[in-house]
């Protein structure tokens, strides 16, 4: 049975699911929900992107009363991830008369005890925040049912440990306890043997993890012509909504740059921006103002987006667990989606490992040729060229030039000369040292080095 109809879910929350477009449950979900719902404390070792927010929050919601105290809280690593969690949570308790609060720095304390007085059934938030909550007395956990500790190595990582156990000792004694983890570091399992009553494993293996929902495919390319063939990979696959992923800071401005100079709608993500900055370029991803956000593993960290439909690794990560990590920002809630793959013949002993880990062999493309993504992007070309036809004033400055083009030649000829004109100054026109053979050689016969 698809355990999103387990006949202990109230139907408001069905209905929630459904209108999310959750369809088949992903492995995570089919795992936890029925022993969460059970009441059991959980450990689930679980990747983002494996759709773990639901795993807990279906449940979690499923227990709320008509009380105004707080009954569940969520603890994460980020304010990005928190605003995230409160997110999905909200979406999912749209059909219940619930309050969902993200409470984290950076943002008023003042606008936070205020929604705290009125009344929060359940808190999402970071620990040093909580933290400044609990001290006021602003916030008490002493009806709290259920706690969530999500992305638990994250927290140890960026030092949370004591302020973890701080706010487990004030909370409930009575309460049930989800812990969730990529990893599970010897301080995180010590945290679970303390405060977790028998807990129930669940953990995702790596071939689970990348679903058959994501279609993998990776593409031989050469370093000098890396740029001209992203571009014509994305001309060919055309993503709504993609993530491409580059190794370093660096890399990602330039990436950035690159692509904002030919005319593609992208923004980047990486180390040395402010909160605000990042915060701006999150939404403008969410709301699909951009199409292509650029990171880095640790500026995507916490990145959880249900309609991406591409995750490109512009540069092959170093090690498999990235990889896996990376693909399964697709192919999310159901949805289809593709992670494609650049490989330089350096990388490919990377390609090779990533294989070996995901047991599977990822199936390999030729850079699109030029007729190709010709033909893919008629329809776009089509579309432009009637919009400035359309918004043309009644004289143009080009006048002169188009009658005496019109009287030397063919239209047609016009026209042709123009698109190919257009096309060449933003692509690469020559179809040689595309690609190369397992040998690492180029198609033109120049080996690589």
């Known amino acids: 049975m698809n355990v999103f109809e387990h006949e202990a879910i109230k139907p408001e929350l069905k209905q929630a699911i459904k209108q999310m477009g959750f369809e088949e449950p992903s492995p995570i979900q089919e795992k936890a929900i029925p022993i969460v719902l059970d009441g059991n404390d959980v450990v689930g070792q679980a990747q983002t992107g494996?759709?773990?927010?639901?795993?807990?929050?279906?449940?979690?919601?499923?227990k709320i009363t008509a009380s105004s105290d707080v009954q569940a809280i969520v603890l994460t690593p980020t304010r990005e991830l928190a605003i995230q969690v409160a997110g999905e949570l909200q979406k999912l308790s749209a059909n219940m008369k619930l309050t969902t609060l993200p409470i984290y720095g950076g943002q008023s304390i003042g606008h936070q005890i205020k929604a705290l007085k009125r009344g929060v059934q359940v808190v999402i938030g970071t620990p040093g925040r909580i933290q400044d909550h609990l001290r006021r007395k602003t916030l008490r956990l002493d009806r709290v049912e259920t706690f969530v500790l999500d992305e638990a190595d994250e927290m140890l990582d960026m030092g949370f440990i004591d302020d973890i156990e701080s706010i487990l000792k004030q909370t409930n004694k009575e309460r049930q306890t989800l812990l969730f983890s990529a990893t599970m570091p010897g301080p995180i399992r010590k945290l679970s043997r303390r405060y977790m009553e028998k807990p129930e494993t669940v953990s995702i293996s790596r071939s689970d993890v990348t679903a058959p929902s994501i279609e993998q495919l990776y593409f031989?390319?050469?370093?000098?012509?890396?740029?001209?063939?992203?571009?014509?990979?994305?001309?060919?696959?055309?993503?709504?909504l993609a993530i491409i992923f580059s190794r370093t800071k660096k890399g990602v401005a330039e990436l950035t740059e690159s692509l904002q100079a030919r005319g593609y709608f992208a923004d980047g993500l990486h180390g040395d921006l402010t909160q605000s900055q990042r915060d701006a370029v999150m939404k403008k991803f969410r709301d699909s103002s951009i199409e292509f956000l650029i990171?880095?593993?640790?500026?995507?960290?916490?990145?959880?987006?249900?309609?991406?439909?591409?995750?490109?690794?512009?540069?092959?990560?170093?090690?498999?667990?990235?990889?896996v990590h990376r693909i399964g920002r697709t192919g999310r809630a159901g949805k289809k989606g593709q992670a494609l793959t650049l490989v330089t013949p350096r990388e490919m002993k990377h390609l090779r490992s990533i294989e070996k880990e995901i047991k599977m062999q990822i199936p390999t493309r030729d850079i699109p040729t030029i007729e190709e993504v010709v033909e893919k992007q008629q329809d776009a070309w089509k579309t432009q060229i009637t919009n400035v036809i359309q918004a043309s004033e009644e004289t143009s400055i080009f006048?002169?030039?188009?009658?005496?083009?019109?009287?030397?030649?063919?239209?047609?000829?016009?026209?042709?000369?123009?698109?190919?004109?257009?096309?060449?100054?933003?692509?690469?026109?020559?179809?040689?040292?595309?690609s190369f053979g397992e040998t690492g050689g180029a198609k033109d016969g120049t080996l690589f080095h």
Do not use: W
């Open 295 to 323: 990171a880095t593993d640790v500026a995507a960290r916490g990145i959880d987006v249900d309609n991406v439909t591409h995750v490109i690794n512009y540069d092959i990560p170093q090690d498999p667990e990235s990889y």
């Open 399 to 434: 006048d002169d030039l188009t009658e005496e083009l019109l009287k030397d030649f063919d239209q047609k000829d016009v026209i042709q000369a123009l698109l190919k004109m257009n096309y060449q100054t933003e692509n690469n026109l020559s179809e040689e040292g595309y």
């Open 50 to 62: 494996t759709g773990k927010t639901a795993a807990f929050g279906i449940p979690l919601l499923n």
């Open 220 to 240: 031989k390319v050469l370093e000098r012509n890396k740029l001209e063939s992203l571009c014509r990979v994305i001309d060919r696959y055309n993503p709504e």
